[in-house]
């Protein structure tokens, strides 16, 4: 008869491999040829964009398989939530194009309205306030270095050397591509980065802490589960921790800047417009805005519309992640901090998972099932700086910062405001 740990174990299996018949970016993904006939009808057409066809039936049949072996423990309570996101994802790619698509969208992503942990605070109103502040400090001199573009070969050098150092003969590869959906992609062997692409003077720290640093080592960490193959999976379930701990990583590793911020904050804005109604061409003309580059403001257009309705409604809302991730990655950290629960924190890079997912992972490494991560990011292999930053920054969010902000912002309106 199966015991209890091999039953887990062939479940974690079964849902990998329907994992694996879903690559959601990629099936999304927009040719060249769409962008340059954009640009030949002078920006003022809807794109043309068709989508190949997707079959969910074969996804559906593997997960009915997994789910014939689920019990009703707390753990198989959290493989059959990982069966859903799965069946979600076919659902939503067999969609592409439709209303549908967005609700399957919204469910395995979110929305920019959906509140934080507080039942309060949304990434909506959270990118509005960095919107706000940001515009605040459009006339200060940052300090900033003067611009210079750094290109894909320089980045792809930096990007090779911190991989090896980091993980050894595990390192992936990383290669220079024609086209890409962003300017660079991670993958456990592969790194690819867009020829095209120009960075600045962050870029390539940004992309080392993100990619590497969180993405790489995640899906190594997972593939070296024995037990638990379905940690090594990157599907839906997981995105909103794994952008989380990725742009975390980026801010402890003082790789981010206001830029960086405000583009995420923008993603969340413009998902938001398509959400409540507007169509590729008034988010196009939004991004322009901002940026100020057409080629820049298509992509991130691109973005949000990509698998969705161009005439407005129903986005992609995969982008609106980002910043909540950030938000609850940060809170979490924060607690683990302050609690004495440190032994929690290396739990976060076995694999991809989600937070919510923790006490679970907890409970089945006890088991001998989850494998403690063999990469962690070195801002957590080496975390005396990030445990001093944490019980500095959850003390701060205790006071009552109203009556702190009253108390500046009145000494402020003493001083006149120069033109810096």
Not at 102 to 129: I, M
Not at 279 to 305: C, I
Not at 310 to 321: E, I, N, Q, R, Y
Request: proline content about 5%; some cysteine; glycine content about 4%.
């Amino acid at each position: 008869m199966q015991s209890e740990k091999e039953r887990f174990t062939e479940v974690s299996s079964r849902l990998y491999t329907a994992s694996q018949t879903i690559r959601i970016l990629s099936h999304l993904n927009w040719s060249r040829d769409i962008r340059e006939q954009f640009f030949a009808n002078n920006c003022n057409t809807l794109p043309k964009v068709a989508y190949p066809e997707f079959d969910p039936k074969p996804t559906f049949e593997l997960v009915k398989e997994a789910r014939k072996l689920v019990g009703d423990s707390d753990i198989d309570q959290w493989l059959a939530s990982i069966a859903t996101k799965i069946e979600d994802s076919a659902s939503m790619l067999s969609a592409v194009g439709t209303p549908d698509f967005y609700y399957f969208s919204e469910r395995l992503y979110g929305k920019p309205t959906n509140p934080f942990v507080d039942g309060k605070t949304t990434p909506l109103e959270l990118a509005k306030t960095f919107e706000k502040q940001i515009n605040s400090y459009s006339s200060f001199n940052l300090g900033s270095p003067l611009p210079f573009c750094h290109f894909a070969q320089e980045i792809a050098e930096q990007m090779q050397a911190a991989t090896i150092d980091m993980f050894g003969d595990d390192a992936p590869d990383v290669e220079i591509v024609d086209e890409l959906s962003a300017n660079a992609l991670a993958s456990p062997k592969l790194i690819r980065i867009r020829k095209t692409a120009s960075f600045n003077d962050l870029d390539a720290r940004q992309l080392i802490a993100h990619e590497a640093h969180i993405h790489v080592a995640t899906s190594i960490n997972g593939l070296k589960q024995p037990h638990l193959k379905i940690l090594a999976a990157g599907h839906p379930g997981t995105t909103k921790t794994q952008e989380g701990l990725a742009v975390f990583s980026e801010f402890i590793s003082g790789a981010i800047d206001l830029d960086r911020l405000q583009r995420l904050a923008d993603r969340i804005l413009a998902i938001q417009m398509s959400i409540d109604g507007a169509d590729f061409l008034e988010v196009y003309d939004f991004f322009l805005t901002q940026t100020n580059n057409p080629k820049q403001a298509y992509e991130n257009s691109r973005r949000v519309f990509r698998g969705g309705v161009l005439s407005g409604g129903a986005p992609f809302t995969k982008d609106g992640v980002y910043l909540e991730g950030f938000i609850r990655v940060n809170n979490i950290l924060k607690v683990i901090a302050t609690s004495g629960r440190a032994d929690c924190l290396r739990l976060l890079f076995c694999g991809k998972l989600d937070i919510e997912d923790m006490p679970v992972l907890y409970k089945l490494e006890k088991m001998g099932l989850c494998q403690p991560a063999t990469y962690l990011p070195p801002w957590a292999k080496d975390a005396r700086y990030l445990l001093a930053y944490l019980m500095c920054s959850s003390f701060l969010s205790k006071m009552d910062m109203q009556q702190v902000s009253r108390h500046y912002e009145d000494l402020l309106a003493h001083i006149p405001k120069a033109t810096l």
